[in-house]
């Protein structure tokens, strides 16, 4: 496993972005598929967005579609979630994770490791 640490979360008002970095431990960081999942308060986690090793494929959720970019530097060991046009439905700590098998990018259980979560809260 790796260890995942976010951060750049804080509070913006709507219409607003931020970017969030999750910085990884370890020198197989090129070979996880990486990727964002969010959890608001009384409701279920859900998947955000996912790349490959390599960054060449992403995945999104149809809620951020357009408006959130994952991408990753595997040279600094990070991922990165640029988030744009925010609005307050986005409010959610955010949590970044690490998969070193197969499985569908937008399943909890693909990830083999998470992060301890960024609070990101956008005001109407």
């Known amino acids: 496993q790796v260890q995942l640490v976010e951060s750049g979360g804080g509070l913006v008002q709507a219409e607003g972005s931020l970017r969030l970095s999750c910085a990884a431990s370890?020198?197989?960081?090129?070979?996880?598929?990486m990727g964002w999942f969010r959890q608001a308060p009384g409701k279920e986690r859900e998947f955000v967005a996912a790349?490959?090793?390599?960054?060449?494929?992403?995945f999104y959720a149809d809620s951020v579609k357009g408006r959130f970019t994952i991408s990753r530097d595997n040279a600094k060991n990070t991922v990165y979630l640029q988030m744009n046009r925010l609005e307050p439905e986005d409010t959610a700590i955010y949590y970044c994770?690490?998969?070193?098998?197969?499985?569908?990018?937008?399943?909890?259980?693909?990830?083999?490791?998470w992060g301890q979560g960024t609070q990101v809260t956008v005001s109407s």
């Open positions: 370890g020198r197989t960081f090129s070979s996880y598929r």
């Open positions: 790349t490959s090793w390599s960054g060449g494929s992403t």
């Open positions: 994770v690490a998969a070193r098998g197969v499985g569908l990018p937008s399943k909890t259980e693909t990830y083999d490791s």
